[in-house]
């Protein structure tokens, strides 16, 4: 990289006005398929019903699978993000720190946060799926 302070922020200007005519141009055609019907039924699954509608399966299984994709890698994200959280304010003595602070030898990564922040999503999960 020649001058990476500008290529990281040109590369970054570039992403959010690649992300907006992506994003205006599905809110587009989603209106054009979706057409005279009037108003969505649920607008948590507008972009699912607007491929059901279309009459392309392939389409609507494309959609489906890219929302369950995007789904994971914002959870698994934010539970990796929590994660090294809590490592820190374990290393800060915040926290307990004998169990907080202990990184795994292979991956190089704090294996008991994982499991604790998974543990505690799996829990809510639970809780949250029985109401």
């Known amino acids: 990289m020649r001058n990476p ?3 990281i922020l040109l590369a970054t200007v570039l992403v959010c006005l690649l992300t907006g005519i992506i994003a205006a141009a599905e809110v ?3 209106q054009l398929v979706w057409g005279k019907w009037g108003d969505f039924p649920d607008l948590d699954t507008a972009f699912c019903i607007c ?3 279309s009459r392309r399966q392939f389409l609507f299984h494309v959609v489906n699978i ?3 994709v ?4 914002a959870g698994i994200g934010s539970m990796l993000g929590a994660s090294r959280l809590l490592y820190g304010m374990g290393r800060e003595d915040a926290l307990l720190r ?3 602070v202990r990184i795994d030898p292979k ?3 704090t294996r008991n946060n994982v499991l604790f922040i998974g543990a505690i999503t799996l829990a809510g999960v639970f809780i949250l799926n029985s109401s």
């Open 51 to 53: 491929s059901a509608k």
């Open 107 to 109: 991956t190089f990564y």
């Open 28 to 30: 587009y055609v989603s």
């Open 70 to 73: 995007s789904c994971m890698g």
């Open 66 to 68: 890219s929302l369950l």
């Open 5 to 7: 302070r500008r290529n």
């Open 98 to 100: 004998s169990f907080l």
